[in-house]
């Protein structure tokens, strides 16, 4: 017999409830709350380590499957996209059919997603089963919220979000190391194998921890229209992107997708206020704060994702490192990233969201500036100042951000803002990528020509040039076979000089984004309901 979670519905006039003081008892480790925790991060920590990790191994894959730059950036984006387009989806499904069972769903399908990619010999392969991870992922990620909220009493209930969204960025961070180490000793394939075993563990400990949770007024139907016009919309925006180096960005298609992006956006928004449960109940963006948090979320994926993209190549193409030497040289990042975390955590608890918010993201905005300075023969330790620095000012947003949005919903409305949290973070790293992409491919098509010409090198058809820019926007030097070698050493110098200043600008752009997001965090307060405490029920 199921007990359901109650949400408080009291007015302001009203008197609250008492939030219970402690969750109710379970039989042996069913339903124990800290190892609840321990469940749900094991899940939670293969989808947040698979958006990075997969940024080390993309020069391991690019060569192994001969993919194209467009290929490698839908590598990534097909993740993000599937992931953000369905979390909101996934957050009612957990709450109409129960928590648990869309955890243990998710992680078993995105660890046989993960297997598959391991087994794929072709780039559409790996961006095929790259979806499936995606909508197995989203899945996991809010009915893991969901389940601490519903087994944590209300005074711990902070505490254990705290743990959870250090959990994500510590993974996240963490990804290029680990990435690194498994590229070079074993290969590109043990990047996604690994998370075969970890499901399997979050499968085991699930099945044997977690107990079920449902919303007592849960959804009775879903809004297939507005999932497939958000889909639409977003698949729209980004291809755009992607495409418009090749395209141009005075291309009828370019602007016809671009067009069709802000059409379907439209139609979203609009259809969002005639269905009785909507995806996204549009009632939550008269919060100020909450809108606010949102919106941040967004600037600061796109500024961390997008520009880590290109540091990888930075490292590994530039410089010549290993995949390990390269995940090593992020070690600063990941580093102030898993120290920051708890700092940040206590700061917002001290001071509130709005302070630590945007100073961090001031700092971010300084690091990437600091990486917009990179050269081919930067140090490490000039690189590893600028990466400290980045994970320092991205701590307080991956702590503060369910306090910021989370706590500024209604009550009964908190699992989706949870949901749209998560969604904001992923739709800003795939925009990051296709916006930063765009700016690097166009700065490399302007400079190129020119940088070849101007060092003395043979002249290029249209065509050979177009394959050099493809080559050089990933820091690879297009080196034909048996050139000699002040030629080929004169064409090394070349495209390693038009890559970084690709990077440099692209950093500049992540920089400025940075800084808007300064301004945005400003707008950030506590949420009445961030001290509200989750009802517990039992299966």
């Known amino acids: 017999m199921t007990s359901q979670t109650t949400v408080d519905t009291t007015g302001p006039g009203d008197k609250a409830p008492a939030a219970p003081s402690e969750a109710t008892p379970a039989a042996g480790l069913r339903g124990h709350p800290w190892l609840t925790l321990l469940t749900v991060a094991v899940g939670v920590m293969m989808v947040a380590l698979d958006g990075t990790i997969v940024a080390i191994a993309n020069p391991a894959i690019r060569d192994d499957l001969h993919a194209t730059f467009a290929d490698v950036q839908w590598i990534t984006n097909a993740?993000?996209?599937?992931?953000?387009?369905?979390?909101?989806?996934?957050?009612?499904?957990?709450?109409?059919?129960?928590?648990?069972?869309?955890?243990?769903?998710?992680?078993?399908?995105f660890a046989a997603a993960s297997g598959a990619i391991g087994l794929s010999h072709s780039i559409a392969a790996v961006v095929t089963f790259?979806?499936?991870?995606?909508?197995?992922?989203?899945?996991?990620?809010?009915?893991?919220?969901?389940?601490?909220?519903a087994t944590f009493p209300a005074e711990k209930l902070n505490m254990a979000i705290g743990i959870w969204g250090m959990v994500i960025g510590a993974s996240t961070a963490g990804g290029p190391i680990l990435g690194g180490v498994l590229v070079q000793h074993v290969n590109w394939q043990s990047v996604f194998f690994?998370?075969?075993?970890?499901?399997?563990?979050?499968?085991?400990?699930?099945?044997?921890?977690?107990?079920?949770?449902?919303?007592?007024?849960?959804p009775r139907s879903f809004d297939l229209p507005g999932i497939v016009l958000l889909s639409g919309a977003m698949f729209c925006l980004v291809w755009a992107l992607i495409k418009a180096p090749t395209w141009g960005w005075g291309d009828g298609?370019?602007?016809a997708f671009l067009a069709a992006s802000v059409l379907l956006f439209g139609l979203f928004a609009f259809w969002e206020t005639k269905v009785a449960e909507p995806l996204i109940p549009l009632g939550l963006f008269r919060s100020v704060p909450l809108s606010a948090g949102v919106v941040l979320m967004v600037l600061m994926a796109i500024a961390f994702m997008g520009g880590l993209f290109f540091v990888t190549f930075y490292l590994q193409k530039v410089h010549g490192m290993s995949p390990v030497d390269a995940g090593l040289h992020l070690l600063p990042l990941t580093g102030m990233m898993i120290v920051g975390s708890p700092l940040a955590g206590a700061a917002i608890t001290g001071l509130g969201p709005r302070i630590p918010l945007a100073g961090g993201m001031a700092v971010t905005a300084v690091a990437m500036y600091g990486m917009s300075t990179l050269e081919a023969g930067t140090g490490s330790a000039v690189m590893s100042i600028w990466f400290a620095l980045l994970g320092l000012g991205l701590a307080p947003v991956m702590v503060g951000a369910t306090e910021v949005i989370v706590g500024n919903?209604?009550?009964?409305?908190?699992?989706?803002?949870?949901?749209?949290?998560q969604a904001a973070?992923?739709?800003?790293?795939?925009?990051?990528?296709?916006?930063?992409?765009?700016?690097?491919?166009?700065?490399?098509?302007?400079?190129?020509?020119?940088?070849?010409?101007?060092?003395?090198l043979p002249k290029l058809t249209p065509a050979q040039l177009d394959q050099a820019s493809e080559a050089v926007q990933v820091g690879v030097a297009p080196v034909p076979q048996g050139t000699p070698e002040p030629i080929a050493a004169k064409i090394t110098q070349v495209a390693h000089d038009t890559f970084i200043s690709g990077m440099s600008l692209a950093s500049l752009v992540a920089a400025g984004v940075a800084a808007v997001a300064v301004l945005v965090a400003l707008l950030t307060k506590r949420g009445a309901n961030a001290e509200a405490g989750a009802g517990v029920g039992h299966i």
């Open 79 to 109: 993740y993000f996209l599937a992931l953000a387009v369905t979390l909101i989806t996934a957050g009612k499904l957990g709450d109409r059919f129960g928590h648990r069972q869309t955890f243990l769903i998710g992680v078993t399908g």
């Open 130 to 149: 790259r979806v499936f991870q995606g909508l197995f992922g989203a899945l996991l990620m809010p009915a893991a919220l969901g389940l601490l909220r």
């Open 194 to 218: 690994i998370n075969v075993p970890v499901g399997v563990l979050a499968l085991v400990l699930g099945a044997l921890i977690l107990l079920d949770h449902r919303a007592k007024n849960a």
């Open 253 to 255: 298609m370019t602007w």
């Open 409 to 421: 919903a209604p009550m009964e409305l908190s699992g989706v803002a949870g949901g749209l949290q």
């Open 425 to 456: 973070m992923q739709i800003g790293g795939s925009l990051g990528t296709a916006v930063l992409g765009a700016v690097m491919a166009s700065k490399v098509d302007s400079d190129l020509p020119g940088n070849w010409t101007g060092a003395g």
